[in-house]
């Protein structure tokens, strides 16, 4: 199996894409000390990176395509270049220009790729979107960026969702993969335009708005968080640093278009790296359809949330050659140690943890040549100025549960958000005094590591402590019976918290109250007493974000109904 301890001494030798402007320092470990970068005010993202790439190595694979049916398509560079210039073209044609905010619904369909760069090229400002959404979701996103133009997978019911909600403007809509009345069609259309599109003047970069994500919104309508073209930039350290990505390997980050994190592993830093992407147009996650494909594609950096590693180790996973993957990273949610042992038995390799959000790039991570510590995020990614701070601002010592900031003061890195668009009060709320907040909670060790406790609303209070619910998760995730679990506080008139552990079990594993009770022992016995979970409840399934994210409030606010 692989072996993540490598730095793979040379694997960059050559490799130009990002110097006229990236400037990295690291120690004799390779471990990545200090970041800056040059010309980023002119930097967009299509034309000096993907467009350079082009006329560098024109016939280097940039992405490997398999349809949800198993068609194999190849793009190079070269590729990528004409298909987005031949989008920008058709695109211009329907009226999109420059400052238009675009959706994309495209989940990862190839055409997504060409419309990203297309509306780069341009200076239309991407807006990465769901096919999970329904109509409500598309009124309140049309409404709150003022979509002007959605482009939209044939797939499912979306479309129609798109045609029944409401819009105060007219929207041009283009759907992919299919035909729709009151709709262009993109694949008979695109192709006619032509496959050059010229940088000018008025070209958008730097501080420019380039993308906007509208957040998960697990306690209120979902914030709009935009981003700059110096975000892509930003992404650099995700790639290089963290995924380690091999310009002459595979690398495969599973996630929808629809979400930010695939833009972490799907595109910006992979590029810039010159790296090679697999996508695969799934419709439904199944472990044992994607364990194959490490084998048939030679696949060698990974990174996946902690939900999918959690259902790879629940197969038997002898069963498949995963011996081409060299590295692992796993983001999302925070990583419970089990998964990682479990893991690592299974493969040798170490999962390396990282940390960011919406708003940012990769904040905190594992990164390459540092020994990852099971359970820690790792340490602050050299291009922020990250910290965990106390209530009234001062950094805590050792040992200290407190919120992660971004500190600002300075300067602004090329990653962080620039605000929440048209949400001024939501922005100063966040980014105040200074720094910017995340609203995640988290400890670091003398060695200066970052340990994840929570989000702030997350934290129970129970009798006088203060427990923060992933410590307990991990210790549940230890048993072998559990697939899932989400631990939250209940009301209670003596404690006036009280810890409740919400648990989905492994296929063919029925709840009872025997099970309770031994999971209850079983922390008791694994942390301290006062932390077991004095409630415990089977469930089939936990209730999540559109992005896959637990929701606790939802849990919260089902038990204080109650």
Request: with cysteine; glycine share 8%; charged share 25%.
């Amino acid at each position: 199996m692989g072996n993540n301890d490598e730095l793979f001494p040379g694997r960059f030798d050559g490799v130009t894409a990002p110097d006229e402007f990236i400037d990295t320092v690291t120690d004799e470990k390779g471990i990545l000390k200090k970041i800056s970068f040059k010309n980023e005010d002119r930097y967009n993202f299509a034309f000096d990176t993907v467009d350079m790439l082009a006329e560098k190595c024109p016939d280097k694979l940039a992405m490997l395509h398999v349809s949800n049916e198993g068609e194999e398509r190849r793009f190079t560079f070269s590729d990528m270049r004409e298909a987005s210039s031949m989008t920008a073209n058709y695109f211009k044609s329907l009226g999109i220009k420059k400052g238009d905010r675009v959706m994309l619904v495209l989940k990862r369909h190839y055409q997504f790729w060409f419309s990203m760069l297309a509306l780069h090229k341009i200076g239309a400002i991407v807006i990465p979107a769901t096919n999970l959404l329904v109509k409500h979701d598309f009124e309140y996103r049309f409404s709150a960026a003022g979509v002007s133009a959605i482009v939209c997978t044939a797939d499912g019911d979306t479309a129609h969702q798109v045609d029944l909600a409401d819009s105060d403007t007219p929207i041009t809509k283009i759907i992919v993969g299919g035909k729709r009345d009151g709709w262009h069609s993109f694949d008979d259309e695109y192709d006619k335009f032509s496959p050059v599109y010229p940088r000018t003047e008025e070209c958008c970069a730097g501080n420019d708005t380039m993308l906007m994500f509208f957040t998960s919104g697990t306690t209120a309508y979902p914030k709009i968080a935009a981003h700059s073209y110096k975000y892509a930039l930003g992404h650099y350290v995700t790639a290089r640093y963290w995924h380690n990505v091999n310009p002459n390997g595979l690398h495969f980050t599973i996630s929808d278009t629809g979400w930010g994190k695939a833009l972490w592993g799907k595109l910006y830093g992979q590029w810039l790296c010159e790296a090679p992407i697999f996508t695969y147009d799934f419709d439904k996650f199944h472990a044992e359809k994607i364990l194959p494909m490490f084998e048939r594609y030679n696949i060698t950096t990974f990174c996946a949330p902690p939900t999918m590693y959690r259902f790879f180790i629940k197969e038997d996973l002898s069963k498949y050659d995963l011996s081409s993957i060299e590295y692992a990273t796993v983001a999302g949610e925070a990583l419970n140690p089990e998964v990682y042992n479990q893991f690592l038995k299974a493969t040798g390799i170490k999962l390396m943890e990282g940390f960011g959000q919406t708003e940012t790039t990769l904040t905190v991570g594992n990164l390459v040549g540092m020994s990852p510590k099971p359970g820690s995020m790792g340490k602050p990614n050299p291009l922020y100025d990250a910290d965990i701070v106390a209530a009234d601002g001062t950094s805590c010592k050792a040992g200290e549960t407190g919120e992660i900031v971004i500190k600002t003061d300075k300067s602004i890195p090329c990653g962080l958000f620039k605000e929440y668009y048209r949400n001024e009060k939501l922005t100063k709320n966040a980014w105040h005094d200074g720094m910017y907040h995340t609203g995640d909670t988290a400890w670091k060790d003398e060695d200066g590591y970052f340990w994840y406790v929570g989000r702030v609303d997350d934290l129970i209070k129970s009798s006088g402590y203060r427990i923060g619910p992933f410590e307990i998760e991990s210790v549940i995730m230890e048993l072998p019976y559990v697939l899932e679990c989400a631990i939250t506080a209940v009301p209670d008139e003596i404690r006036g918290q009280v810890v409740k552990a919400t648990i989905v079990l492994v296929k063919d594993k029925k709840g009872s109250d025997e099970l309770a009770k031994e999971v209850q022992k079983y922390v008791k016995t694994n942390t301290a007493p006062y932390k077991y979970p004095r409630i415990v409840e089977f469930v089939d399934e936990l209730p999540k974000t559109i992005s896959g994210k637990i929701r606790r409030v939802e849990l919260r606010e089902k038990d204080g109904n109650k």
